[in-house]
C-alpha cells in the first residue's frame, strides 16, 4: 500500500490566492483527517469524516478554509483568500480503527 | 475542551543516556497514543495503551499508562542518533472517539 498520499509537497503562494491542497486517505480506512502543524500551536486538528461526510469542523479556523470529500478516495482542503498567517503544515491522516496514519504533509508558505 | 499537557518540550542527551517524555491529562483518558515524528517527516503511529496501569515495550522503548489513566509516559532507554525527533501523545476528545488532541511533543536532540 502506498500509505496516504499528498500533493503538493510544497506551495508558495502570494497572499490572497486560493490554495487547494489534496489527499488520498489509505483504501479501506473510514475516517479522514486534516490537520496543521506550526510551531507555535503544534498539531491542531481542523476536520474529520467519517464514510465520507465531515463530522466535526471546529478546528477550522475561519471561513476562509473549506474542506471536502467527494468520494472515499480523495479529499481537499481549500484556502480562499490565503494569508501569510496560513503558512503551516497541513497533514492530512485517515484510519480505520484507533491509529492514525499520517500522509508526508503539504508545506505552505503564503508571501 | 479535552486538553494533553505534555513534558519537557525540548530535551537535549548525550547518546547513550536515558530519557523519558510525560503526558498528563485533566480528565481520565480511555486510551492514550504516542507517535514519533522524524525532523521533516510526518507523525508515526508508536503504540496505543488502553489499560490502567499499563506497560508496554518495544525494544528500548517502555510505555506507561497511569493506574488513574490521567497519565502517561515514554522511556527511551541508551538514546541512540535514531531517537532523534519530536514524541507526541494523543488523547481522545470527548467531542468523538475517534477524534484525538495531541500533546505539544517532546523534543529529543541525541548528541554524539
Known amino acids: 500500500d502506498a500509505g496516504v498520499i499528498q500533493s503538493p509537497r510544497h506551495e508558495v503562494t502570494e497572499m490572497g490566492q486560493e490554495v487547494t491542497l489534496r489527499c488520498k486517505p489509505i483504501?479501506?480506512?473510514?475516517?479522514l483527517f486534516w490537520y496543521r502543524q506550526t510551531m507555535m500551536r503544534g498539531l491542531e486538528l481542523l476536520i474529520y469524516?467519517?464514510?465520507?461526510?465531515?463530522?466535526?469542523d471546529s478546528g477550522m479556523p475561519e471561513d476562509r478554509f473549506s474542506a471536502k470529500m467527494p468520494n472515499a478516495s480523495f479529499s481537499t482542503l481549500k484556502i480562499q483568500p490565503s494569508e501569510p498567517r496560513d503558512s503551516a503544515v497541513y497533514f492530512c491522516?485517515?484510519?480505520?480503527?484507533?491509529?492514525?496514519?499520517f500522509g508526508p504533509g503539504t508545506r505552505l508558505t503564503v508571501l | 475542551g479535552q486538553q494533553v499537557m505534555q513534558i519537557p518540550q525540548y530535551q537535549h542527551v548525550q547518546e547513550g543516556e536515558d530519557f523519558t517524555t510525560y503526558c498528563n491529562s485533566s480528565?481520565?483518558?480511555?486510551?492514550i497514543q504516542w507517535y514519533k515524528q522524524r525532523p521533516g517527516g510526518h507523525p508515526v503511529f508508536l503504540i496505543q495503551?488502553?489499560?490502567?496501569?499499563e506497560v508496554k515495550k518495544q525494544k528500548r522503548l517502555t510505555f506507561q499508562f497511569g493506574e488513574a489513566k490521567k497519565n502517561s509516559s515514554l522511556h527511551i532507554t541508551a538514546t541512540q542518533t535514531t531517537d532523534v525527533g519530536t514524541y507526541f501523545c494523543?488523547?481522545?476528545?470527548?467531542?468523538?472517539?475517534?477524534?484525538?488532541?495531541f500533546g505539544i511533543g517532546t523534543k529529543l536532540q541525541v548528541i554524539p
Open positions: 491522516a485517515s484510519s480505520f480503527g484507533s491509529e492514525q496514519f
Open positions: 483504501s479501506g480506512h473510514d475516517y
Open positions: 469524516f467519517n464514510n465520507n461526510v465531515p463530522i466535526d
Open positions: 480528565t481520565t483518558l480511555s486510551n
Open positions: 495503551l488502553v489499560k490502567s496501569g
Open positions: 494523543a488523547g481522545p476528545n470527548s467531542g468523538g472517539y475517534q477524534k484525538v488532541t
